[in-house]
């Protein structure tokens, strides 16, 4: 396994389009997290899945974002009608449940996005 | 669970030790981690301790976690200038919550 992938790593979009990102967790990690992070500041929480089940949304994600795990594998994260504030780094984690908190979760590298 | 507050910039010699400070919100976290960005990259874990405990030793990283004062130090002993990254901190109230992160500039 070869951690988590994110794709695509860069995307520039004119203001208004849809654009979609791409994460594959851990094969066997059932948690899988979307995180955004502009600059300067940490990563904040969007939302995240257990298998397949969006168990909870930040009021970060209006509604112009929306997350899927269709089969409990990968996630797509899709941003209708972009905006110049919607620039930023976009992060997906996971982690197994039944580990506990103690390994923490595994970042990929994160899909750059900038809207202009 | 949402204000970890971290200083922003830290500057130090090669071969010195860095201390880089936080301090969390809440006292039921169980969890308290240690993640490190380089540039354009995501996030690395380096470090966690479980909050029963005081510190946590791990080659050149040593933890220490006041739970009174909620307080968490990351020290990185013989700070070598491939540390230079943002170093933060996250407690976990059900998810992670992330602080600003420090900078770490490590001069030669």
């Known amino acids: 396994d070869t951690g988590v992938s994110q794709d695509p790593r860069h995307k520039i979009t004119k203001r208004g389009q849809n654009v979609t990102f791409r994460c594959d967790p851990i094969s066997e990690h059932n948690r899988l997290y979307w995180y955004r992070q502009t600059l300067g500041q940490g990563p904040e929480f969007l939302t995240y899945?257990?298998?397949?089940?969006?168990?909870?949304k930040s009021r970060l994600l209006s509604d112009r974002f929306s997350a899927e795990r269709p089969k409990g594998s990968f996630s797509t994260l899709e941003i209708q009608r972009t905006e110049q504030g919607d620039s930023a780094m976009y992060l997906c984690?996971?982690?197994?449940?039944?580990?506990?908190?103690?390994?923490?979760?595994?970042f990929g590298s994160g899909t750059r996005l900038t809207v202009v | 669970g949402e204000d970890v507050e971290q200083s922003l910039f830290l500057s130090v010699r090669e071969g010195d030790s860095s201390v880089i400070n936080c301090t969390y919100t809440d006292s039921s976290s169980t969890y308290l981690y240690w993640y490190k960005q380089e540039p354009g990259a995501g996030l690395q874990l380096l470090t966690y301790?479980?909050?029963?405990?005081d510190m946590k030793q791990d080659q050149r990283l040593t933890v220490l976690l006041n739970k009174k004062d909620k307080h968490l130090s990351l020290r990185i002993a013989d700070t070598q200038t491939g540390d230079s990254a943002i170093y933060f901190c996250a407690e976990i109230l059900g998810r992670l919550y992330f602080g600003r992160g420090t900078q770490l500039t490590v001069w030669p």
């Open positions: 984690a996971s982690s197994l449940s039944s580990q506990g908190g103690g390994y923490g979760y595994t």
């Open positions: 899945f257990q298998n397949e089940a969006q168990l909870e």
């Open positions: 301790i479980f909050s029963n405990m």
